[in-house]
């Protein structure tokens, strides 16, 4: 993967930081998680998150996979003046950490929410963000950062344990920011106020793991016409590793260059990591 160094920061004067909360304070919601019963990647508990509307008109909330979860649950919305209004699921990317929800504009009184604007093209190396979103169950609590590396393997949150959910078969983008528990599903925008990312994880030493937006514009153009986004899937996991790592493994630079890899305008290399037997890749893909 090329990393490509962005323009100039704050280029244009026509945003502000300062203004950025009262553009986006009435698009990002707290939302409140009830897991009633243990179901498979989750257990039973209690917690907060956060979402943010893409869509105003039909009431289109987007947030994480594990925010939403696989089973059973209950989901309720407090938007930033305190209303509060139970929300639907509607989709959770089967592979992805995303998901939408649905809540019934005309059940609100007195805001109207804009939909923040997906632009996964926006996202570069150096980009200035801002994380905005219900950290530590505050709501509306903005953490600065800036976007460093875009090519990070998806993280792995739970190492000790074969149950839990992790994503796969994406880039994250990383940040240094101290957003924390409460946080998952908050939109990383830029100067503008446009999505580049959604925060998904992170750990103790203030790294901040973003999905890319790209899948989650492919499902969302799908979802808000009510359909069901088409997906495929060789039933394999996909590692990034460096040239260096790919070097030990047995793959010279002169065999990746008669395949079209040039080591030196590239960060790495995929390989084929596990392969789910009797899939479609089962004996082609090792």
Known sequence: MTISSGESKDKTNEYSWSTLQD??????VSICISFPIPFDTEI?????????????DQGIILSNRHVMGPGPSSHKATFFDNQELFLQPTYYDPE???????Y????????EPKAIRLAPEKAHSGLEIRVVGNN???KMSVHQGELSQLDRNAPVYNRNSNGSYNDINTFYYQAS???EGGSSGSPVVDIAGDAVAIKAGGNRAASNYMMPL???KYAFDYIRRGEIPPRGTLQVVFRHITHVQAEKLGLEAAAAASEGVCVYESTGVLIVHKVVPNGPADGVLQ
């Not at 553009?23 to 990002?28: D, I, K, T």
């Not at 950490?97 to 649905?102: E, H, Y």
């Open 136 to 138: 530590g169950n505050e």
């Open 104 to 111: 019934d504009p005309a059940e609100l009184k007195g805001i």
């Open 23 to 28: 553009r986006l304070r009435a698009s990002v």
């Open 177 to 179: 920011t101290t957003s």
């Open 214 to 216: 790209q899948p989650v």
């Open 96 to 102: 992805h950490d995303f998901s939408f929800f649905r």
């Open 44 to 56: 039973n508990s209690m917690s907060y998150a956060t979402g943010f509307v893409v869509d105003a």
